[in-house]
């Protein structure tokens, strides 16, 4: 189990590293002017977002494999968890938003500013943050 356990972890934190970085670049993207530095933005996200997905995938199928396979969160006192999966189905949500929103950009229809981009960065912050919470403390 703790071999599953790490490599959830692992997966976790390689994902959430796309999912700080790639908004970032979109905030970069909305206030870029340079054509060139565009396409060199657009690049980086393209290849960012495609490398985000198997590491999404890796983080729910060992998850779901400590829940199924080793019983975490199963019985009475583990409401924490379906607090938890609901914030992980929010996050792979923010993750295909991410996907749209850089696909705008590609066909040049984002109508959106960088201070939005700036308050949509925040999101997986947010997510990180009450997830670690509820996994760690357990509160209901």
Same mark, same amino acid.
């Given at each position: 189990?703790?071999?599953?356990?790490?490599?959830h972890?692992?997966?976790?934190?390689?994902?959430?590293?796309?999912?700080?970085?790639?908004?970032?670049?979109?905030?970069?993207?909305?206030?870029e002017?340079?054509?060139?530095?565009t396409?060199?933005?657009?690049?980086?996200?393209?290849?960012?977002?495609?490398?985000?997905?198997?590491?999404?995938?890796?983080?729910?199928?060992?998850?779901?494999?400590?829940?199924?396979?080793? $019983?975490?969160? &199963?019985?009475?006192?583990?409401?924490?968890?379906?607090?938890?999966?609901?914030? *992980? #189905? !929010? /996050?792979?949500?923010?993750?295909?938003?991410?996907?749209?929103?850089?696909?705008?950009?590609?066909? $040049?229809?984002n &109508?959106?500013?960088?201070?939005?981009?700036?308050?949509?960065?925040?999101?997986? *912050? #947010? !997510? /990180?943050?009450?997830?670690?919470?509820?996994?760690?403390v357990?509160?209901?």
């Open positions: 189990m703790l071999w599953i356990k790490a490599l972890i692992v997966f976790i934190v390689s994902w959430f590293a796309g999912l700080f970085y790639l908004p970032r670049i979109l905030v970069n993207l909305a206030q002017t340079e054509p060139v530095a396409q060199r933005l657009l690049l980086m996200a393209r290849k960012l977002y495609r490398f985000m997905l198997p590491l999404a995938i890796g983080t729910v199928i060992f998850g779901v494999w400590l829940w199924l396979g080793y $019983g975490i969160g &199963k019985g009475p006192g583990n409401g924490w968890l379906h607090a938890k999966l609901f914030l *992980v #189905i !929010l /996050l792979i949500g923010y993750h295909h938003a991410s996907g749209s929103l850089l696909k705008k950009f590609e066909l $040049g229809t &109508k959106r500013s960088h201070v939005w981009f700036r308050y949509f960065n925040e999101v997986p *912050v #947010i !997510l /990180l943050l009450a997830i670690v919470i509820l996994v760690v357990k509160p209901f």
